[in-house]
T-cell receptor, first 114, second 110 residues
Framework: EPEVTQTPSHQVTQMGQEVILRCVPI?????FYWYRQILGQKVEFLVS????????KSEIFDDQFSVERPDGSNFTLKIRSTKLEDSAMYFC????????????FGPGTRLTVL | GENVEQHPSTLSVQEGDSAVIKCTYS??????FPWYKQELGKGPQLIID?????GEKKDQRIAVTLNKTAKHFSLHITETQPEDSAVYFCAARSGYALNFGKGTSLLVTP
């Protein structure tokens, strides 16, 4: 069964450093998302991406964040200058054109900012 | 924006019993309500969903009910098994975003 994959599974970085989190959505999906989950808290929406542009973003997704689909398979989340409070689990999700409600999630990348 | 509340935060049941998890939402424009199961070290997995034009949906041991007037929806798991133990999240969709509840940690004891 096709799955969303994410790399790395765990990323440790120093405050102020840039990080790029990578996702490979399910191959025929056209809507892409990033969510984050701070330890012990709810899953929070960051951004949605369709047709090579951001379709919606939350107030969390400020100028420090950016997303890109550099080729036909990868979908990346970049944090330009990480802060301690960016430490969280970051989930990528995708869904097909035929049913843009059903979001399929990847296993997540745990980001630790020291 | 949408605010989703979920209760209880933890739930312990004996194998074979039923489990019920309840959620409320605030945005009357929300029209899609999925439930996700998250096992340790994995991403959320969609287990059942319901759209706003439907009041109830069932899939084997899992059912979801929706009361649009009261803005609440519930997950019902019957004949629980130890492998049902996980964290369950409800969500409500407004726009492109899914707005999640805080999760319910379900423990099914043999």
């Amino acid at each position: 069964e096709p799955e969303v994959t994410q790399t790395p599974s765990h990323q440790v970085t120093q405050m102020g450093q840039e990080v790029i989190l990578r996702c490979v959505p399910i191959s025929n999906h056209l809507y892409f998302y990033w969510y984050r989950q701070i330890l012990g808290q709810k899953v929070e929406f960051l951004v949605s991406f369709y047709n090579n542009e951001i379709s919606e973003k939350s107030e969390i997704f400020d100028d420090q964040f950016s997303v890109e689909r550099p080729d036909g398979s990868n979908f990346t989340l970049k944090i330009r200058s990480t802060k301690l409070e960016d430490s969280a689990m970051y989930f990528c999700a995708s869904c097909p054109l035929a049913n843009y409600n059903e979001q399929f999630f990847g296993p997540g990348t745990r980001l630790t900012v020291l | 924006g949408e605010n989703v509340e979920q209760h209880p935060s933890t739930l312990s049941v004996q194998e074979g019993d039923s489990a019920v998890i309840k959620c409320t939402y605030s945005d009357s424009a929300s029209n899609y309500f999925p439930w996700y199961k998250q096992e340790l070290g994995k991403g959320p997995q969609l287990i059942i969903d319901i759209r706003s034009n439907v009041g109830e949906k069932k899939d084997q041991r899992i059912a979801v009910t929706l009361n649009k007037t009261a803005k609440h929806f519930s997950l019902h798991i019957t004949e629980t098994q130890p492998e049902d133990s996980a964290v369950y999240f409800c969500a409500a969709r407004s726009g492109y975003a899914l707005n999640f509840g805080k999760g319910t940690s379900l423990l099914v004891t043999p």
